[in-house]
């Protein structure tokens, strides 16, 4: 299917070619060859430096997935789920699903290419009548899921450190560091707290870092992949087991089990939008973003399996990986094939770097959705948020707005050992949400609007934006489940609990100053920057105050 959407898409970039009426201003826009004239065109000022090419697009995009770490960290839930069956068929099925919301969004992407993402696009592609309800709603899933899903790479880290310095033990077997709550919460803060201070500070030098990564990533797959098959220690299991056995032990009815396996490459896959929050930072956003985000979703597939099918080989004992106190298996798993902590230690190094890099990564992006969504006056306290440093280059208040929220939740892991879960599930949740919307709405309106657009997948398009579709409604209720039946207290997924408390916190701003105030996207001014013309399509109310112009430092 990935070829077919490439090709389909690097088609002629005018629809007249394609027998489609080419609507007036989106293509002009399009076809300028400032990206700043084109961001202008869609209502904004360019604030931000553009510096990163296709590539360095893509590979940022890599590092937000941040394959095979992103896997790493939750690769308890399809051991537990049934194991190699999930963690093998399960990982390619949602890599064959998330290539369809990919090219969705890229689509739309090529059409309307601002920080905004979805958000933006949502208000562009809906009826004048319920605009901006919609755009605020999807605006909101958006900042919630960039928020909670950076929260929970941080902590998935953080978890995932204490594992992998858990591979020395004692004389008696027992763990080196058997870390208190407190203990994890401050390494938490202390992952945090780095991965911002790269994120603000190295902005310069992120798409480099970005370039690093995906080297640095290969090196460590093969690195794994080489030595745990050569070396063996405890065996190695059959072809059938790795990609056929399944044994089940989470509770749930079999297929059911299955999944909510899928959590793990559901949370692997969750940033695929996240990049478009980078577009006014890129060169050439209506091409290079869209194909970044599919070129993305085909290598992390490849690499996804060079590093779990090499694992499923020499997986210990089932029972004993889902029974850690740690929650993270793959440290042990490493331990056991390689047969020493030093071994271990070497191969878990190129993943511990790799999760601050995907860290930072997430940290970005979550810092130019928040930015974005701020400016438009949607977000409690906009007039502070919305603010660029100068000397930075940077939202950096939006930054250190999404850090704090970040921390703040984190505390939840004094009340419940598996806030992880609830961090990942809405993270999940919630920006699968909001990349379902804008395609929602799009398919609502015939797809008439992407017709304009570089990246048009034509009548596959249909097919493509209904399995993106299919999944978001899947996703909901999946990911507020526990992974394991039955349940203590203590270990209670409040993924639903999080996801409705950001729920009613929205609709009360909406509700309290929302709905006279907010009236979204500056769109009046929609296309004037090249004479076009275009009409605002914004509500006539004349409650409706626009939000003021964006301020610098």
């Not at 770097?353 to 959705?369: D, E, K, N, Q, Y």
Request: glycine share 8%; net charge negative.
């Amino acid at each position: 299917m990935s070829a077919q959407i490439m090709a389909t898409a690097s088609g002629p970039s005018d629809p007249s070619r394609l027998g489609h009426p080419r609507q007036p201003g989106a293509l002009e826009a399009h076809d300028s060859d400032s990206a700043d004239e084109l961001l202008e065109a869609l209502g904004y000022k360019a604030e931000l430096i553009r510096t990163r090419s296709t590539w360095q697009v893509a590979f940022m995009s890599f590092v937000l997935a941040s394959i095979p770490y992103g896997l790493a960290t939750t690769l308890y839930y399809p051991l537990q789920g049934g194991g190699p069956v999930v963690v093998i068929w399960g990982w390619l099925l949602v890599s064959l699903i998330i290539l369809c919301v990919a090219a969705s969004l890229g689509e739309i992407t090529s059409v309307y290419p601002t920080a905004g993402g979805v958000y933006y696009q949502t208000f562009m592609l809906a009826p004048v009548a319920w605009r901006r309800v919609a755009a605020y709603v999807c605006g909101w899933l958006y900042v919630v899921g960039n928020i909670t899903i950076t929260l929970a790479v941080n902590f998935g880290t953080t978890l995932f450190f204490v594992a992998c310095v858990n591979v020395f033990t004692k004389e008696d077997g027992t763990d080196i560091w058997e870390a208190e709550t407190y203990q994890i919460f401050l390494t938490f803060l202390a992952v945090t707290l780095l991965c911002n201070a790269i994120s603000v500070f190295g902005n310069r030098w992120l798409p480099l870092l970005d370039t690093f990564a995906i080297f640095w990533t290969f090196v460590g797959i093969f690195a794994i992949l080489i030595t745990v098959l050569v070396v063996a220690k405890q065996g190695r299991h059959s072809a059938s087991y790795a990609f056929g056995h399944f044994e089940p032990t989470s509770g749930w009815p079999a297929g059911w089990s299955f999944c909510v396996g899928l959590l793990h490459a559901g949370y692997a896959t969750s940033s695929t939008g996240m990049i478009i929050s980078m577009c006014e930072e890129v060169e050439h956003p209506a091409t290079q973003v869209p194909k970044a985000m599919v070129m993305t979703i085909v290598i992390n597939t490849i690499g996804g399996l060079l590093f779990l099918v090499p694992l499923m080989f020499v997986l210990p004992d089932l029972t004993e990986l889902v029974s850690l106190a740690s929650g993270q298996p793959l440290p042990t798993i490493i331990k056991s094939a390689v047969g020493s902590s030093g071994g271990a230690i070497a191969l878990l190094i190129p993943l511990m770097v790799l999760a601050i890099l995907c860290g930072t990564a997430c940290t970005t992006a979550t810092s130019r959705c928040t930015w974005a969504f701020a400016r438009d006056g949607a977000i409690p306290g906009s007039k502070w948020w919305k603010k660029v440093h100068t000397g930075l280059d940077l939202p950096l208040n939006a930054n250190l707005l999404a850090t704090t929220i970040e921390i703040l939740l984190g505390v939840i892991y004094f009340g419940s050992t598996s806030a992880f879960n609830a961090f990942s599930g809405v993270g999940v949740i919630a920006l699968t949400l909001s990349y379902a919307t804008p395609i929602a709405v799009s398919m609502l309106e015939g797809r008439e609007q992407v017709k304009q657009g570089r990246f048009y997948l034509g009548k596959l398009g249909w097919f493509v934006n209904a399995i993106a579709i299919a999944w978001s409604v899947f996703a909901l209720p999946l990911f507020c489940m526990p992974p394991y039946i039955p349940i203590p207290v203590e270990s209670v997924n409040y993924a639903s609990v999080v996801f409705v408390g950001f729920t009613c916190i929205a609709v009360a701003w909406y509700a309290v100053w929302g709905h006279k105030n907010y009236a979204g996207p500056p769109t009046e001014t929609l296309g004037t920057a090249h004479g076009q013309g275009i009409v605002s399509n914004a509500p006539e109310d004349p409650d409706f105050k626009r939000p003021v112009d964006v301020k610098k430092d």
